[in-house]
C-alpha cells in the first residue's frame, strides 16, 4: 500500500509564495518512477499542475503554472515539493501529491490533498 501525506497550504495574498511537501511511503514505491501534483476546485474537475520523473528529474507543468511553480525532488527522503510563487486567485484549490509509473500515465495513489487559497 502507498501512502502519501501532503503539507504546506494555507492562505496566501495574490502575488504571494507557498511550498508544498509530500512525504510517500510503501512497499511498492519502487514501481512509480514519477510524482505528480494536482488540484481540484470546487465545482471544477481535476487538473493535473505538474509532475516529475524520480530517474533523470524531468520535469512537465501545466500551461497556466508555467514559469510560476517549479516541482523538485528528493529521493533519498521520498520526498517532492512545489514551490509556488506568483500566485494568482485561480490557483485557489485542494492540492494533491500523487505517484505515477510515469508522466505521461495517470495518477494511482494520492494523499489526501493540501487546501491552498490565495486571496487578499
Known amino acids: 500500500q502507498v501512502q502519501l501525506v501532503e503539507s504546506g497550504g494555507g492562505l496566501v495574498q495574490p502575488g504571494g509564495s507557498l511550498r508544498l511537501s509530500c512525504v510517500a511511503s510503501g512497499l511498492t514505491l519502487d514501481w512509480y518512477n514519477a510524482r505528480g501534483w494536482f488540484r481540484q476546485a470546487p465545482g471544477k474537475e481535476r487538473e493535473g499542475v505538474s509532475c516529475i520523473s524520480l530517474s533523470d528529474g524531468s520535469t512537465y507543468y501545466e500551461d497556466s503554472v508555467k514559469g510560476r511553480f517549479t516541482t523538485s525532488r528528493d529521493t533519498a527522503k521520498n520526498m517532492v515539493y512545489l514551490q509556488m510563487n506568483s500566485l494568482k486567485p485561480e490557483d485557489t484549490a485542494v492540492y494533491y501529491c500523487?505517484?505515477?509509473?510515469?508522466?505521461?500515465?495517470?495518477?494511482?495513489?494520492w494523499g489526501q490533498g493540501t487546501q491552498v487559497t490565495v486571496s487578499s
Open positions: 500523487a505517484v505515477l509509473r510515469d508522466c505521461y500515465s495517470d495518477w494511482e495513489y
